[in-house]
């Protein structure tokens, strides 16, 4: 079993930084695809970010250029990297780890990730 617990989030100006964190317990997460979700108020969640075993990565449009999703294996932790933050990054978002696809990252789907965090809130203000 795979706990995920995300950490960083807060209330910045439009046009700053915050780093996530979601530290894993239980088993090594970082061994499998580990991806960063979020959901804005009255809207769907949505896929952010993602990152494989071997370390590649992929992104959403909406966060390219902004955004940087790396891994710390001897941590067993995930982060988040936000620069250039706008307003619509007003979200609430989740780590999550898909243990079924050998490391792999082949859905973007929340549903489809085993393993979620609670969330940790990011608030941009204009």
């Known amino acids: 079993q795979v706990q995920l617990v995300e950490s960083g989030g807060g209330s910045v100006q439009a046009g700053g930084s915050l780093r996530l964190s979601c530290a894993a317990s239980?088993?090594?997460?970082?061994?499998?695809?580990m991806a960063w979700f979020r959901q804005a108020p009255g809207k769907e969640r949505e896929w952010v970010a993602s990152?494989?075993?071997?370390?590649?990565?992929r992104y959403a449009d909406s966060v390219k250029g902004r955004f940087t999703i790396s891994k710390d294996n001897a941590k067993n932790t995930l982060y988040l990297q936000m620069n250039a933050l706008k307003p619509e990054d007003t979200a609430i978002y989740y780590c999550?780890?898909?243990?079924?696809?050998?490391?792999?990252?082949?859905?973007?789907?929340?549903?489809?990730?085993?393993?979620r965090g609670q969330g940790t809130q990011v608030t941009v203000s204009s």
């Open positions: 239980g088993y090594t997460a970082t061994r499998y695809c």
């Open positions: 990152i494989n075993l071997p370390g590649s990565t």
């Open positions: 999550a780890a898909d243990s079924r696809s050998g490391g792999a990252c082949v859905t973007t789907r929340y549903e489809n990730f085993v393993y």
